[in-house]
């Protein structure tokens, strides 16, 4: 099992940008499938980004796409996720997460393939 740990989120002003990471405790980055998720007050969990070191897939929610950008070091085994031109709607509690490469880039958001969670890294963006 790997332990993964985000930080970087914070409060923002509309407009602004966070990067988060995401720590992997072993190289999970490296071998595994990683997507950030969020989930805001009252809403369902969603999937924001997602990607496959294998092969260098990306995905993003339409929401956010031309926003965010996710990536990865795998020297650091570190997971990130650039996000600009926040707007509170992109309020919420920010999780990544890692796949096994059974799960090819079809499960990108399927939330149940996902093993391995972090505790989750808050953003709150304000008008």
């Known amino acids: 099992q790997v332990q993964l740990v985000e930080s970087g989120g914070g409060s923002v002003q509309a407009g602004g940008s966070l990067r988060l990471s995401c720590a992997a405790s072993?190289?999970?980055?490296?071998?595994?499938?990683m997507a950030w998720f969020r989930q805001a007050p009252g809403k369902e969990r969603e999937g924001v980004a997602c990607l496959d070191p294998d092969d260098g897939y990306t995905n993003y929610v339409a929401s956010v796409k031309g926003r965010f950008t996710i990536s990865q070091d795998s020297a650091k085994n570190t997971l990130y996720l650039q996000m600009n031109a926040l707007n509170p709607d992109d309020t919420g509690m920010y999780y990544c997460a890692a796949r096994p490469g059974i799960f090819g880039n079809s499960f990108c958001f399927v939330q149940r393939v996902y093993d391995d969670w972090g505790q989750g890294t808050q953003v709150t963006v304000s008008s």
């Open positions: 072993w190289s999970t980055v490296g071998g595994h499938a």
